[in-house]
């Protein structure tokens, strides 16, 4: 049985002026058991919509989705239990009070017996490396130290889908590197993991597949070293005053998918697997001012993987 089912999810969410806003579109995806999974996409994408579902916080529009077999429409109450979700940020923690503290009221509205839920809090701060400043009030921590109490939180309850939503934003890369780590832990005890993120380097670090999100729909579900094959093949040139001749040139080369206009006397030459062959070109060709980047998820998304037709998995 997967521990996510979700089966042409649609969410639209009603305006009182203007048009309905489509936030999923038909989204169907499946998760096995002890898998540590990621949602790829840029803001807007959709990724929070479809996790908020998961987690019963939101009602789907159409279609079905299911945590561990258990419907989260049918059966709310069985899947909250199996589910446990960090959104991260501000919210959720109340900042004077400990860690300890926090647990253990999070705990009571879980309806834990006492000594189990100190037994479960315990544990739990040692595992997020929380123990040593465990009565600290929360408003004296860093943000990577609250995301951390944020998971330990979201694991009170014992659940078998953990959801992170943009786990790492905001951290330094000592506390990101360290949450990465804690995910590690959650997969080895056999929990199932969702993460979201717009981060590449984050994806191709904690998770086991990735499936890329934009616009609401689900574009590919490949290993994480897949799509960093297809980013790593694509790239941006931009140049300036580069001869009008040797543009048309390069639009009609194979493998240069766009050549445009930035700004005034600056042109980007978009390109796949030929980026060396445009630069010696330009340079050929007098040109000095140069510089090349990687594309970002929004490009790979409308010319390396939508350019292909590729299936989704």
Known sequence: MAAVEADELHRVFPRRKGEPVEALGGVSLSVPRGEVHGLLGPNGAGKTTLCKILATVLLPTSGTARVCG??????????????????????????????????????????????????????????????????????????????????????????????????????????????????????????????????????????????????????????????????TRYEWIEAEGVPGGLLESLARMPGVIAVSAVREGVTRIESEGVAREVLRLLVDAGVTRVRSAPPSLEDVYLHVIGDRGMAVR
């Open 70 to 231: 258990h419907d989260v429409v049918a059966d709310t109450a069985r899947v909250r239990r199996l589910t446990g979700i960090v959104f991260g940020g501000e919210k959720g923690l109340y900042q004077r009070l400990t860690p300890r503290q926090n647990l253990t009221y999070w705990a009571a509205l879980y309806r834990l017996p006492r000594q189990e839920a100190a037994r479960r809090t315990e544990r739990l701060l040692r595992m997020t490396g929380l123990e040593e400043r465990a009565d600290d009030p929360v408003e004296t921590f860093s943000r990577g130290m609250k995301q951390r109490l944020h998971l330990a939180r979201g694991l009170l309850a014992d659940p078998q889908l953990v959801i992170l939503d943009e786990p790492t934003t905001g951290m330094d890369p000592v506390g990101a590197r360290a949450f990465r780590d804690l995910i590690g832990q959650l997969k080895e005890e056999g929990r199932t993991v969702l993460i979201t993120t717009h981060d590449m380097s984050e994806a191709e670090a904690v998770c086991d597949r990735v499936s890329l999100i934009s616009d609401g729909r689900l574009i590919a579900t490949e290993d994480p070293r897949t799509i960093g094959g297809w980013i």
